[in-house]
């Protein structure tokens, strides 16, 4: 009976719960009725902690098996991540220039500064992820096939010119946004400097004669708070450009070495159309020696040709001759 309670769920656990009561009670029944519920919430909460445990271990084996099925990757694999995460550097483009024409203007909020800022970062990383997969792309083994290394040859250059655009119009669009968060600091800065020098004058003048003097200087007081306001901003809008020139001089990382891929691909390409040239030539080269094999063999046969008639022809005169003579 063990054996048939240990095959299924519900005599599995029946099974454990009696060796449990019978390590932790000795094989004697409990004495009252408050041990029994003691022992028999004891129970319940083993059975649950194992439970748990062997769910924590399923799902952690999952994970691996996820992640294990995740790294291999091949040429096409490759290729399709790559096509996708250009597709979404031209759209977060297109969604940065929209943005980039609300700086300066009333819809320029701290909102709008943030979610530019974090598509920025976003495709910025998209940019390195797809440069590190082309560069995965020259430890895939070539194939066999020529037509099929060309046609490899041809994704590779289609992709490349794809992503060479695609990265253009991102750092343009980078440049102007730049440029546009340089133009409210210098508006910003030029605000605040005008409210503190009208503040400091104006501070020259005051006086705590009467409550209007003083009403005036609570008036300057604010100003100065709205000032310091104007100040983190500005802050926040350097620390933003900063960020922004970063990620220009990453993504001309990246112009270079789509530049030094291009040059190692030219190099592999020449070499692979150097090989199939080199195997024409030979091609063509076997086909004249068959063609002057074939002129050649032609030739000899008409020379036997020509060698058994003369022979033929001296022959019948030789038997004309002697047969005269017999005569």
Partial sequence: MSCLYTSDPVGGA??????????????????????????????????????????????????????????????????????????????????????????????????????????????????????????????????????????????????????????????????????????????????????????????KLVSFDNQEDWGQMTTQAEEVAITEEDLELIRERETNIRQLESDILDVNQIFKDLAVMIHDQGEMIDSIEANVENAEVHVERGAEQLQRASYYQQKSRKKMCILAMVCSVVLAILAIIIWQASK
């Fill in 14 to 203: 029946r099974t454990r719960r009696r060796r449990i009561l019978q390590r932790h009670g000795a094989g004697r029944a409990p004495s009252s009725a408050a041990q029994r519920t003691t022992l028999r919430l004891y129970v319940h909460r083993k059975l649950h902690i194992k439970q748990v445990n062997l769910h924590s271990k399923d799902n952690m084996s999952y994970g691996k098996a996820e992640s294990y099925r995740s790294v291999p990757q091949d040429f096409n694999t490759v290729i399709q991540t790559c096509s996708t995460n250009i597709q979404k550097i031209t759209q977060n483009t297109a969604q940065i220039k929209s943005m980039v024409n609300q700086l300066g203007t009333r819809q320029d909020t701290s909102e709008l500064q943030d979610r530019l800022q974090q598509i920025q970062h976003s495709t910025n990383h998209l940019a390195k992820e797809t440069n590190k997969h082309l560069k995965d792309l020259g430890s895939v083994p070539l194939p066999s096939s020529p037509s099929e290394q060309r046609q490899q040859k041809i994704q590779r250059e289609r992709l490349m010119n794809d992503f060479s655009a695609a990265l253009n119009n991102f750092q343009s669009v980078q440049r102007r946004a730049a440029e546009r968060e340089k133009e409210s600091v210098a508006r910003a800065r030029a605000g605040s400097r005008l409210s503190a020098e009208d503040t400091t004058r104006d501070e």
